[in-house]
C-alpha cells in the first residue's frame, strides 16, 4: 500500500460543476495535511493546509478531513477552466519538529470542461 | 520577488558533465529540501537540510551531492550527470510542521 493514494485521473468535470478530489493516507499518526495545485511544467502551489478533522474552507476551496478513516479530500465549487491542473495531495506524518517527511501523492488531473 | 529562488531554470548538458543546481531563500525557514519529479512518478525526495550543519539523504540521494552553506542557501550537484538524471528538479522549504513552498523550478536535459 502506498503511503499516499490519489486517483491519477483525469478527472472531468463541467465549468460551474463541484469537482471533488481524494487522498487517503496509510500512516494513522499524520498530523498535517496539505494540497497543492500544479500546473504542466509549474511548481506545486499551496491551496489549503487542514490539521484538524472537520471542514475548512477559503474561497471556493474546501477541505475535508477525517483521521478515522484516514482520507482527505479537496473540494473545488464553482470550477473553471482555468483549475484545470494536477493536485497533489501532501501528508507529513507525525507533527512537530522532529520529523522531516512530507510525503506527497502522485497526483490527481482535473480537466474543467468549458 | 519569488521567497524561493532556483539557478539556472533551464539547463542542458552532456552526459559525464558536473552541474550545480542552486536555490536560496528569504522566507527565513530552516529547513530545505531537494526533489525531482519525472512524469508518473511524482515527487521524490533527494536530500534534506534541518541547517546549516545538518544533511541527510532522502530516498534517491545516489548521483547526487548538497551543500547547506547558509541558511539561506541550498545547492545540488551532480558530479557525473547521466540520461536518467534529466528531470524537473524543485527546492522546497518549510518551518515546523507547517507546508512546503517551492520554488519555479529547474528543467535539467542530460544528453
Known amino acids: 500500500q502506498k503511503e499516499v493514494e490519489q486517483n491519477s485521473g483525469p478527472l472531468s468535470v463541467p465549468e460551474g460543476a463541484i469537482a471533488s478530489l481524494n487522498c487517503t493516507y496509510s500512516?494513522?499518526?499524520?498530523?498535517?495535511f496539505f494540497w497543492y495545485r500544479q500546473y504542466s511544467g509549474k511548481s506545486p502551489e499551496l491551496i489549503m493546509s487542514i490539521y484538524s478533522n472537520g471542514d475548512k474552507e477559503d474561497g471556493r476551496f474546501t477541505a475535508q478531513l477525517n483521521k478515522a478513516s484516514q482520507y482527505v479530500s479537496l473540494l473545488i465549487r464553482d470550477s473553471q477552466p482555468s483549475d484545470s491542473a494536477t493536485y497533489l495531495c501532501a501528508v507529513n506524518p507525525v507533527g512537530g519538529s522532529g520529523t522531516y517527511k512530507y510525503i506527497f501523492g502522485t497526483g490527481t488531473r482535473l480537466k474543467v470542461l468549458a | 520577488d519569488a521567497d524561493v529562488t532556483q539557478t539556472p531554470r533551464n539547463r542542458i548538458t552532456k552526459t559525464g558533465k558536473r552541474i550545480m543546481l542552486e536555490c536560496s531563500q528569504t522566507?527565513?525557514?530552516?529547513?530545505m529540501y531537494w526533489y525531482r519529479q519525472d512524469p508518473g512518478l511524482g515527487l521524490r525526495l533527494i536530500y534534506y537540510s534541518f541547517d546549516v550543519k545538518d544533511i541527510n539523504k532522502g530516498e534517491i540521494s545516489d548521483g547526487y551531492s548538497v551543500s547547506r552553506q547558509a541558511q539561506a542557501k541550498f545547492s545540488l550537484s551532480l558530479e557525473s550527470a547521466i540520461p536518467n538524471q534529466t528531470a524537473l528538479y524543485f527546492c522546497a522549504t518549510s518551518s515546523g510542521n507547517q507546508p512546503q513552498h517551492f520554488g519555479d523550478g529547474t528543467r535539467l536535459s542530460i544528453l
Open positions: 500512516d494513522r499518526g499524520s498530523q498535517s
Open positions: 522566507k527565513g525557514h530552516d529547513r
